[in-house]
């Protein structure tokens, strides 16, 4: 029996600072609708998908960034979207903001067809830097509003196995070596990427090149399907990479979006693909040597 997934993939054009949840998730909602119309059995949404990158600004005190978080998930605001994947039977990933118990994550949640929460991913790698840094067109602040999480999880979902993270996680391959070790066939991973890296400017024109270089490597060398969807287009002056894609454990891009929109794709990703790469040149079991590999856990950084 095949394990064919129907993965649309809603990528988001810019969320203004001044957007209220009501009209971000409209524009969500309309999404689901519009894959579930393709005959999508999984909808998947960017990081932050219900607020603008607020990261890219400076606030002194904590609790002027509280009301870009979610305290509680659904919450009145959110639940159309809980409502409408159970009234068409889809099921999603949303990257948000979460609030709780005092804690601030960058966070993603899987939802299954009807409704309920099966899984909660919290961002491992946060980016950027802590402190304000006014030389900087904008900010990255993320690693001033958002604890790390420490685990990569996978969960039992359409047949098989399914593994999240967030948006800088793409770009280490430690996050898909881990998920696969956990027998992960379908990662989704929501993004919000400035194209301006302030940091090493050169890097910019080469901004989509990475993007697309970090998933497709990373579904190749682990033999698993890579959902990336961004939230792009230039939102609050800072232009954002879109570029989102699904790609096949072979590495191939088998769709993208082409605008820097409100745009979904779709493809239907089959789930015993993975066996081509994790049955052969990735057989793990087979071919890995960690007792050569001990410096990845062991060392932070090279001397
Ligand atoms: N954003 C970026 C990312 O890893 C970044 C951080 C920005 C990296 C620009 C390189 C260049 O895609 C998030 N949100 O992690």
Redesign the pocket.
């Known amino acids: 029996m095949s394990r064919v997934v129907r993965v649309a993939a809603a990528q988001l054009g810019p969320i203004a600072r001044e957007s209220q949840r009501p009209a971000v998730v409209a524009r969500l909602v309309a999404m689901m609708r519009e894959a579930h119309a393709d005959g999508a059995d999984v909808v998947v949404f960017p990081?932050?998908a219900l607020t603008t990158?607020f990261?890219r600004w400076y606030f002194e005190h904590t609790n002027d960034i509280d009301a870009f978080f979610e305290t509680t998930m659904p919450s009145a605001d959110t639940q159309p979207l809980f409502d409408t994947a159970k009234e068409l039977g889809i099921a999603f990933y949303l990257g948000y903001a979460e609030l709780s118990d005092g804690h601030h994550y960058?966070t993603s949640i899987l939802v299954a067809a009807d409704g309920q929460i099966i899984g909660k991913y919290r961002?491992v790698?946060?980016?950027?830097h802590e402190d304000h840094e006014p030389w900087r067109k904008f900010q990255?602040l993320?690693r001033r509003y958002f604890e790390a999480g420490d685990r990569f999880d996978v969960w039992n979902a359409f047949g098989g196995t399914v593994g999240m993270a967030?948006?800088?996680?793409?770009?280490w391959p430690e996050t898909y070596r881990v998920l696969a070790l956990q027998g992960c066939e379908l990662a989704f991973i929501g993004?919000?990427?400035?194209?301006?890296?302030a940091p090493d400017p050169s890097?910019d024109a080469l901004?989509g090149f990475?993007?697309h270089l970090v998933m497709q490597a990373g579904a190749y060398q682990n033999g698993m399907w890579v959902v990336g969807v961004a939230k792009g287009g230039v939102e609050e002056g800072v232009d954002s990479?879109a570029q989102s894609a699904i790609i096949a454990p072979s590495g191939e891009i088998v769709a993208q979006c082409v605008t820097t929109e409100d745009e979904v794709i779709v493809a239907d990703c089959d789930l015993d693909r993975g066996a081509h790469y994790t049955k052969t040149l990735f057989d793990f079991d087979r071919y890995r040597r960690p007792e050569a590999y001990g410096l990845i856990t062991e060392r932070k950084g090279a001397p």
């Not at 790698?125 to 950027?128: E, F, L, S």
């Not at 993004?191 to 890296?197: A, K």
């Open positions: 990081e932050l990158f990261p960058n961002k790698h946060v980016p950027g990255h993320e967030l948006c800088n996680d793409r770009r993004y919000n990427t400035p194209i301006h890296y890097q901004a990475h993007n990479l």
